[in-house]
């Protein structure tokens, strides 16, 4: 892409490396990994499982400190951060999708979305209307008040994909969002997680072991034993099949059925 | 996070487990039950001690004496050995003193007598005591104080001295007047127009050895004064202050001293200094005070507040105890609290761990965790506080609970307490202990709030993967 070559990275990682101590064994989960993603871009990191894609998500996102090398987002150095400090970038920088979806069993999809503002303290009405107006786009509208227990997988994911999104991040990590999810769905999510965050221009780093995720990304890394085996830009990435508009309504009617 | 949002996620988490919040909760209510009853026990018997003994003893009385004993000049005590009418003068303008009186009790080589018609009262006691201030000290039951006039003898008496005045020609007829007035009867007075009457003082000369011919005897043997009866003073059986005395114009005895100075010295009554005055504070709060001026300048005293302070110490004792138990039903309360909050905590890792991730501040998390604990306090602190008011209730009012406490009680005699309430819950004592139990609650927090924030995110996001 030229035109994310031409600007400054977002993501920058020099020689990032992690080392487990398990026992008297050490495990290079990440081996030297050199880096750089734009802003904008939709980057998506495969490899086998236990290749080192998890960890590196959760460096990129301060969840985890390198063993050696360093990581610069948006301007920050993050391995020189204390933990508050981290908590704070992410709550302004960050947002992060899990495979197990993790929403707050006890409250609300609404309530779920209004979390992270509420945590930034911002008021209830605001933060109300703007998890509102999230959900709204992820397609959830008749769903507000409905309790994780009440919503299928993909539901539930849509719910993450908007408690994510809901502070306005500049990066959005996932890790495999749709790896709890069945074929059809998991292809609704990705298109909305990809159309959403490029609608926003929010860069979208996704982990995935599955392949044909990938041609449907900007950027490919691929992972073996914690090194970078392949860095590809794609310049132009495949449609993901199905009607935009359609496939997300009739997600949300299907699984009202259920 | 907002304050009220830390508020309200932590008492969602609280009530998201209901029967467990509860029986931690039940703990509280206990531990605070315990210290609660328990201390009022202590402040019932307290004030019904005190009620005793505000009934028997004015506590704004404090008892003046010379400074006798050792000798203090290597301390540099002032000491002033005799109290004369200077030395009152100065007592009266300490602060907080509200009446002076010097106590003279008229100890005379012979005997009084105090006679009207047929009646005589040979065994009359002669007080002597400044009228205004008397007024202050003395409640009357009928007629009035002194009135400030030395002309001629005036007295108040109460009503078991009256008693005294018999017909000398009648058989004598002991009158047993304690037992009449423990249950609270009439005392069987002669029958004397008491306040209208004229009666005689008369000063007797009396040679008690008896010796035949006498030793010696004095030229003039008796006097005689004319004499009014002003006041009534009631007959209270816990009064030895005045109760048995004929209590007379200080001023009144200091003029008929001035005339007969000679024959009284003859009979062996001087009247150079006092031996006992009394001193009335303003209130039972300005006695200390008192004291403390009265040591300073050189005098010894006396006051029923040392009682006071000794009866306290004792329940002060008790109470202690009592509230070690209390205490340590708290303390058991309190690590169920942390027990409950370590689970708590425990079983929510995953969710604390996702709360990091999506940015949740480390000290917000702490905080709703040490709120968590703080609610329990709190609402276990006031349903232990309505479980104690109903106790409380229920020991005061309840006849066959009494009863048992009664019986339980009977040992010790601090808690007799004659039949007023039992338990005392003074709303210092309820609203400190509420506060105490709430701190306790946090601190019980403290630990796993500390350990909720220290949570690594990642170890609570993988552990399901
Ligand atoms: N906390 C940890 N302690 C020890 N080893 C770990 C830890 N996290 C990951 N690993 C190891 O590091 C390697 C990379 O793991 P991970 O990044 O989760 O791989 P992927 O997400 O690609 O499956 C694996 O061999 C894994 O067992
Ligand atoms: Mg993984």
């Keep these: ?258 | 996070m907002k304050w009220i949002d830390i508020l309200s996620q932590s008492l969602q988490n609280l009530l998201r487990r209901k029967l467990r919040s509860l029986l931690t909760m039940l703990g509280v209510v206990i531990g605070t039950a315990a210290i609660v009853v328990t201390m009022s026990l202590g402040a019932g018997a307290e004030k019904a001690q005190m009620e005793a003994l505000e009934s028997t003893t004015n506590l704004k009385l404090v008892q003046v004496y010379p400074f006798y004993g050792y000798d203090t000049s290597a301390t540099g005590q002032r000491r002033v050995t005799k109290i004369t009418d200077s030395v009152i003068r100065d007592i009266r303008a300490m602060d907080g003193v509200s009446a002076v009186t010097p106590m003279v009790n008229v100890w005379f080589g012979g005997s009084f007598a105090l006679s009207t018609g047929k009646y005589e009262n040979s065994y009359a006691q002669l007080l002597a005591v400044y009228p205004e201030d008397f007024a202050k000290i003395k409640k009357l039951k009928s007629g009035r104080y002194f009135s400030g006039s030395t002309d001629r003898m005036e007295f108040i008496m109460s009503e078991i001295a009256m008693l005294d005045f018999r017909d000398p020609k009648k058989e004598y007829e002991w009158v047993d007047y304690y037992s009449i007035l423990d249950a609270g009867g009439e005392l069987p007075l002669p029958d004397i127009n008491w306040l209208g009457a004229n009666y005689k003082l008369i000063l007797r000369w009396e040679d008690y050895s008896q010796a035949e011919p006498p030793n010696y005897e004095p030229e003039i043997t008796e006097k005689e004064f004319k004499a009014r009866m002003v006041g009534v003073m009631p007959a209270d059986l816990n009064d030895w202050q005045f109760s048995y005395y004929t209590v007379c114009n200080l001023n009144w005895l200091k003029k008929i001293y001035k005339e007969n100075k000679s024959w009284f010295k003859e009979m062996g009554f001087e009247m150079e200094s006092y031996d006992n005055v009394y001193v009335l504070a303003d209130t039972v709060e300005d006695v200390e005070e008192i004291i403390d001026q009265l040591n300073d300048y050189g005098l010894q005293y006396s006051s029923p507040l040392e009682m006071v302070a000794i009866m306290k110490e004792q329940i002060a004792t008790v109470q202690s105890f009592l509230g070690f138990i209390g205490a340590i039903s708290m303390l058991v309360a309190a690590l169920s609290i942390a027990n409950t909050m370590m689970m708590s905590i425990y079983e929510r890792t995953r969710e604390i761990g996702v709360m990091k991730v999506l940015g949740c501040r480390l000290s917000n998390i702490r905080m709703m965790f040490l709120m968590e604990a703080a609610y329990i306090g709190v609402f276990g602190g006031g349903l232990g506080l309505i479980a104690s008011y109903s106790l409380s209730y229920a020991l005061n009012n309840v006849q066959w609970i009494q009863e048992i406490v009664a019986s339980f009680m009977s040992g010790s005699a601090i808690f007799e307490t004659g039949g007023s309430s039992t338990s005392v819950i003074s709303p210092q004592l309820a609203l400190g202990t509420w506060a105490g139990v709430v701190a306790v609650s946090v601190l019980s927090g403290l630990y796993p709030a500390y350990r909720a924030m220290r949570l690594s995110s990642l170890a609570a996001i993988r552990n399901a993967d």
């Design chain 1, 1 to 258: 892409m030229e035109e994310a070559a031409a600007r400054e990275p977002v993501i920058t990682l020099k020689n990032l490396t992690k080392i487990y101590t398990i026992g008297s064994e050490k495990l290079r989960a990440l081996d030297g990994v050199d880096l750089e993603i734009y802003p904008g871009e939709f980057a998506c990191i495969i490899g086998r499982s236990g290749s080192g894609k998890s960890t590196l998500l959760n460096m990129m996102a301060g969840l985890e400190k390198p063993s050696k090398g360093s990581i610069r987002i948006a301007g920050k150095q993050l391995e020189r951060m204390s933990e508050a400090q981290l908590v704070q970038f992410r709550l302004n920088n960050v947002g992060f999708v899990f495979q197990s979806f993790n929403l707050f069993a006890m409250h609300t999809a609404l309530d779920n979305v209004a979390m992270p503002l509420m945590y930034k303290g911002v008021g209830k009405m605001t933060r109300t209307s703007r998890a509102r107006k999230m959900l709204t786009a992820v397609g959830l509208k008749t769903h507000m008040n409905h309790k994780p227990t009440q919503m299928s997988g993909g539901q539930q994911q849509r719910v993450g994909i908007a408690r994510a999104l809901v502070t306005q991040p500049k990066i959005l990590f996932a890790d495999e969002p749709t790896g709890n999810l069945d074929f059809n769905t998991s292809r609704e999510i990705l298109r909305l997680i990809r159309d959403i965050c490029h609608e926003r221009n929010t860069t979208l780093i996704m982990v995935t072991h599955d392949p044909e995720m990938a041609q449907y990304a900007d950027r490919v890394v691929r992972l073996l034993d914690g090194h970078v085996i392949e860095n590809t830009v794609n310049e132009h990435p495949a449609e993901i099949p199905g009607g935009v508009q359609a496939a997300q309504d009739d997600t949300v009617r299907d699984e009202d059925e259920e």
